[in-house]
Structure formats: C-alpha cells, structure tokens
C-alpha cells in the first residue's frame, strides 16, 4: 500500500511523471481569480488556518451544511434554529471551532474535489502529510497555526511561483491595489456584471466614477468605456462577463435607438419612483432583454477595438435557496447549475470574421461541454475555458479534457484557475498538472501519441496559451 498523499499521487505511468517533471516548477498565470488584491498589498498575514480556510470559502461551506453542520460553524451566523437552542441565542463560535468541524467531516468527502484541495494545502503549504479528521484536528491545527507565523500572502505567491494574477473587478473599482509584488503581476479584470442591473444607485456610482453625469445611453457607453480605459493603464487584458443564458435578440428592441429610448425611460421612471404620480410604465421583458443584448454587443465592440479577451461565465442559477440567500447573502454556497445554454443566442456573441479578442467560453454545466467546444470549431479565436466551479474535481478535470480533446484542439487549451477567494488555492494548478500529465502519459504509454509532442503539449497548456493569449 502507498502511503498516504505521496508524491506521485494521481501520476500514473512512466510517461505522466516524466511529463510532471516537465511542468511541475512552471509559473502560474491566474487569468480568473476572485483574490483580494488589498491583501495581496497589504501582505497580509493569517494567525489561524480555520480563518484562512473558512472565513470565504463556500466550497467548503456547501460540503459543511451537507453533512450537517450548524451554519454557526460554517459561516458563524449565529440567527438559524438548531438542536438544543434558540434562534437568535447561539454562541458565537471560533476559528479552531470552525477548523474542528471541517475536519470532522473530511472523511466523509471521499472523492470530493476539497478532500484532495486540502490536503495538498496541508503537505505543500504546511508540511503536513497525515490524513485531516476528527483524531488529527487539533495536532493539525497546532501545526499549521505555528508554520502560519512564517508566512504571509506575498510568501505563499512566491511558495507557488505565481506569476500573474487577474482578480475580477466593477468598472467602479479604484484599482489602488493593483501592481506588481515582488515576481507576482496582479492586475485587473474587466466585469460590468452590475450594470446590467440598471440600479439607480450603480449609475450614479458608475458615472461618478467615470467623471460623467449619466442621463443618456450615449452617456452610459462613455462612462463604460473610459473606465475600461483606465482599467487598461491599469494592465488589463481580459474582460468577464456572468449570466445563466445570452441575451436574445429582440429585433424590435435591440437596435440602438430603441436601447436608447428605453433606457433614458428606465432612468427617468427610476428617477421619479420616490413621487406618487410616477407615470411612467416599466419596460417590458422583450425591452429589457433588447436593451441588455445592445449594451452586450456595445461592450464587445469596445474590448474589440482595443484587444481585450472576453470571458463568458454562463449556465448558473443564482442564490437558488432564497432564505438562506436572504440571511447569509451571495457567494455563500446556494447557486447550481443551469441548463445548457441557448446556442442560437450565443451564436449572436461569436463574431463570424474572427474576432481580434480571444473569447473563452465557461459552462457551469458539463453537459454543455462537447457542443461548446464543437463550436468553437466554427468561429475563429473562440476557446473552451477550464472545467468551471463545481467541475474542478478529478473526474470534471478528466472529462473536461476528454471532452475538449475529441470535439475541439486541447493542444489550444488555456489550462488551469482558481476562480477562488482563497490564497492556498493554488495547490489547483498542482492538481490540475498531475491530472494532464497522467491524461496525456497514458496515450503515450499506450502508443497513441508521440512521447516528444507530449512535453511540447502540456508545457503549451500549462503555460505558454494562456501567456501568448494574454500578451504577457
């Protein structure tokens, strides 16, 4: 029997370690990453490994209330009724209680992609090469605390060989923090998911931001576009945008005097909301729609112009458990998959002389996978993006590459993210490597393809793409 977590975990074949020794000690480009560049700033440095862990990581959030955690364990909301007490009564709990309770239920997570985050966080981060659970917690959590006064955020950046990150941004965002620390880049993202919203406040913040009073379209477009301006001094390449489905396109409403039209009358109504004798009737959902695919197809003709890669997260339904939604609030756990997407809407976003932005397609659910990357096939600079959110697992990794292998070029392929809050997440690319190598190893071992190409391939999709895609 192998000891547990060894060093060839997940390697199988000659060929694979062969193809990990090749790619093992290549930087890492984090092209789509949720990190706080304040901290990154700041250097900031965690006392406790259950802060580090816990304190916005709703992976484990989610593996914590299906085995049945008391939420004052997982998120330290203390208003939910539980066994034995009163809602509202619950003692707050701790960082060490928090970290016990996770744990407790490691073993239970037999196959899950955070039995095998966590523990490549505790062997490559903390030295710590024993099996996490309820007998080891407390000897763990006294290690990791001790081996946590060493380090620091820039320290765990330079530990990885992190060369490049891409947090994710609001165009209202000052961008203060952004810069380079020490070998590490960190710029900024391009995302103006909140736009979309129309809320009052957001326009008023937006233009304020921009220098701009917002009453126009024609308004709003310039103040979108000098603050992707001022995200591009800023060393931007890459834009975000995340939905459940495209916009679809109303031919009524979509053109640009009719997304004119609608929303100065969004404005003015919503201006006017605060009096009784608002007469102003709301847009309708085909006015809506035709507004949002306008101001879609606007931002695409900016990022354009200036070469800036999109990025297009859809198939996702949002904070679906609306009570827990409502007393915790988003990006805590309650969004799933979607059904596939509406192709023909997509196909309208898909530019058909080939586009001077790389556009790198994400599905939330892997069902959508092969018709994607068939896609792909027939648009230029069109890419399939890493197995997204709760498709980082082994067996999503595997698929994924399979899947992008037999219906598009994995030889294109962008590699691996975080698309994470967390600093020790970069343990993903480690997982993410060991999973390629022994994908790839395998057809070589097999004599299905060429030994040679094989170092060439996965140095290209760890590395070199996403690199030359980027312009970095």
């Known amino acids: 029997m192998k000891s547990f977590f060894h060093d060839n975990i997940l390697l199988e074949g000659d060929s694979a370690l062969a193809l990990y020794d090749r790619v093992k000690g290549l930087p890492i480009i984090d092209y789509h990453c949720h990190l706080n560049q304040a901290d990154i ?24 209330r299906l085995c049945g955690v008391e939420e004052r364990y997982i998120t330290g909301k203390t208003s939910f009724e539980s066994a034995g007490e009163k809602r509202g009564k619950a003692r707050p709990t701790t960082w060490k209680e928090r970290f016990l309770k996770y744990a407790e239920i490691m073993p239970k997570l037999f196959g899950n992609p955070l039995y095998y985050f966590s523990h490549l966080e505790l062997k490559q981060v903390f030295g710590i090469t024993k099996p996490l659970s309820a007998d080891t917690a ?27 990150i891409a947090t994710t941004d609001d165009p209202i965002d000052d961008l203060a923090d952004h810069g380079q620390y020490g070998k590490t880049t960190v710029v900024p993202t391009f995302r103006p998911d909140e736009v979309f919203s129309f809320i009052p406040e957001y326009i008023e913040n937006l233009g304020r931001a921009a220098g701009i009073k917002i009453k126009t379209y ?25 939905f459940a489905d495209f ?27 605060h009096l009784n004798s608002c007469d102003i009737p709301k847009l309708s959902e085909d006015e809506e729609e035709g507004l949002r695919y306008n101001l879609m197809a606007k931002l695409r003709q900016m990022y354009q112009k200036r070469g800036i890669a999109i990025q297009y997260h859809f198939s996702v339904r949002r904070n679906v458990n609306i009570w827990m939604w409502e007393e915790i609030g988003s990006n805590s756990g309650f969004d799933v998959m979607s059904p596939e997407c509406s192709y023909a809407n997509l196909f309208s976003f898909l530019p058909s002389s080939g586009s001077p932005s790389p556009i790198i397609l994400y599905s939330l659910n892997p ?28 067996e999503g990794i595997r698929k994924h590459l399979s899947t992008v292998a037999e ?36 057809k070589v071992d097999a004599g299905e393809y060429s030994a040679s190409d094989a170092f060439k391939l996965c140095e290209d999709i760890c590395y070199n793409n996403i690199k030359k895609l980027l312009r970095i």
Request: glycine residues 6%; aromatic residues 14%.
């Open 247 to 273: 916009p679809k396109e109303c031919s009524a409403y979509c053109s640009n005097t009719s997304a004119a039209e609608n929303f100065e009358r969004l404005v003015k109504r919503n201006s006017m909301l």
């Open 407 to 442: 219906y598009a070029a994995l030889g294109t392929n962008l590699g691996m993210l975080t698309d994470s809050r967390s600093f020790l997440s970069y343990s993903r690319f480690d997982f993410f490597r060991r999973i390629l190598c022994t994908f790839v190893g395998q």
């Open 138 to 164: 407390e000897e763990i959590y006294a290690e990791a605390n001790e081996k946590l006064k060493t380090l620091s955020v820039r320290k765990l950046l330079e530990k990885f060989n992190v060369e490049y």
């Open 218 to 242: 024609g308004d709003l477009q310039d103040a979108l576009e000098k603050r992707l301006d001022y995200f591009i001094s800023k060393g931007c390449r890459i834009s975000d945008h995340a």
């Open 41 to 64: 700033a700041a250097d900031k440095q965690f006392a406790d490994i259950g802060e580090l862990w816990l304190g916005s990581d709703h992976y484990k959030w989610r593996a914590m």
């Open 367 to 394: 069902g959508a996978i092969a018709p994607l990357a068939n896609i792909s096939g027939a648009f230029r600079n069109v890419y399939i993006g890493a197995a997204w959110w709760f498709n980082d697992s082994l």
